[in-house]
């Protein structure tokens, strides 16, 4: 059974770096898939940041890409998520899921983490 | 950017009802539609993938149907523990795009 459990700050302050880890169980990232940060500012709706491979090739939302950073850790079976120069409109439940790719395209998230919620705020 | 637009935004339902949420891509996204089903203070869960394929676990009276940009997802007999957000989903190109979701209200 895969299991995604993000961890990190839960307040950051303005201009600074949000950093968020998701650990995965039960899964090796090293055996496939691709990993994946979402978020969900309170009360709306769903936005898809990047994907990263064990590999570490990276896919970005290019209206996120020149802040954003990803990594993945094989010895740990984590990736991170490195979101620069944020303002209170980062503030959102950041999701960690797992998906893959299908033929030209992408499968869905089948696998997704709690959820933590970050906000942005001095 | 393919966007998703779902309607409604929100509907009233009771127990037993069937219920009907539409979603609209701007472009065709073939099958690789998905939906979502989304309770307060929790992660989101899958439903439907490839727009018609049901994720193990989930009730048969969870359906969905369509292709190209015209994508449905019924739910044949609502229950109490379907009052929730549902959201679409297209994963044809990146930027992977949700639609803006609908709550599904107990009338």
């Known amino acids: 059974q895969v299991q995604l459990q993000e961890s990190g700050p839960g307040l950051v302050k303005p201009s600074e770096t949000l950093s968020l880890t998701c650990a995965v169980s039960?899964?090796?990232?090293?055996?496939?898939?691709?990993w994946a940060w979402i978020r969900q500012p309170p009360g709306k709706g769903l936005e898809w940041i990047a994907t990263i491979y064990h590999s570490g090739s990276t896919y970005y939302n290019l209206s996120l890409k020149s802040r954003v950073t990803l990594s993945v850790d094989t010895s740990k079976n984590q990736f991170s998520l490195n979101l620069s120069s944020v303002t209170a409109a980062d503030t959102a439940v950041y999701y960690c899921?797992?998906?893959?790719?299908?033929?030209?395209?992408?499968?869905?998230?089948?696998?997704w983490g709690q959820g933590t919620l970050v906000t942005v705020s001095s | 950017d393919i966007q998703m637009t779902q309607s409604p935004s929100s509907l009233s339902a009771s127990v037993g009802d069937r219920v009907t949420i539409t979603c609209r891509a701007s472009?065709?996204?073939?099958?690789?539609l998905h939906w979502y089903q989304q309770k307060p203070g929790k992660a989101p869960k899958l439903l439907i993938y490839?727009?018609?394929s049901l994720q193990s676990g989930v009730p048969s009276r969870f359906s969905g149907s369509g292709s190209g940009t015209d994508f449905t997802l019924t739910i044949s007999s609502l229950q109490p523990e379907d009052f929730a957000t549902y959201y679409c989903?297209?994963?044809?190109?990146?930027?992977?795009?949700f639609g803006g979701g609908t709550k599904v209200e107990i009338k």
């Open positions: 899921a797992r998906h893959n790719m299908r033929g030209s395209g992408w499968t869905q998230f089948d696998n």
């Open positions: 472009q065709s996204t073939s099958n690789y």
């Open positions: 039960g899964y090796s990232i090293s055996s496939g898939y691709y």
């Open positions: 490839a727009a018609s």
């Open positions: 989903q297209q994963s044809y190109s990146t930027p992977l795009t």
